[in-house]
């Protein structure tokens, strides 16, 4: 994303006239209603703007040191996540639209967004029998087992924190691994089916994300 990200973190990068990070907030259902933030790279750009409080939302900040991965952002917030208490999982950097979240949320058991992607090994490739539960997951697969990816949503609750995730080849440690080892343990995984998956890693795909959205207005 650079030069864009040279003195803008990327949530904070503009979308028909917002940042990612906004749009994001303004799609989750009302069940939600407490913020966690996982900070780094130009934290203060993220926190001036959005704050303690920020529209219906209570916000709280964790600063991530160094880019460990997804399992180690999300245990740096064990402690602020209650016992019996569910929670989504997000990446600040993708938009899925409110319906899709909603999906997610309503789900009675621990669920994952996922999408069909043209190339599936860049990403945390899922196995889904036919009742629609996961029964496999793997982190950028040489040789994917399916064509269904994560895409960063998932509903959650402490349990996750007793499946520490293991160290990736490339030195980083993967929720995905974790949510293998539940399922492998027995716990239950729905997958939910998104209509919609824009990830932001490039700029031309915030033309793209702006298109869609103004379409869906």
Known sequence: MQPLTNDTPKPMLKVAGKPILEHILDDLPE???EIILVVGYL???IIDYFGDKFNRFNIQYVFQAEKLG???ALKLCEDLVSDG???LMMYADDLHGAENLKKCVDSDLSAMLVYEAEDPSRFGVVEVNQEGYITGIEEKPEHPKSNLV???VILLDKD???FPARKHPNG???LTDSIKQMIEHGYKFKAVQSSMWIPIGYPSDLARAEEVLNRNL
Do not use: A, L, M, R
Request: glycine letters at 4%.
């Open 31 to 33: 069940q939600v209603d």
């Open 43 to 45: 934290k203060e750009k």
């Open 70 to 72: 997804t399992f180690n």
């Open 85 to 87: 208490e569910k929670f």
């Open 150 to 152: 994560s895409i960063g």
């Open 160 to 162: 996750i924190f007793q």
């Open 172 to 174: 980083e440690y993967y």
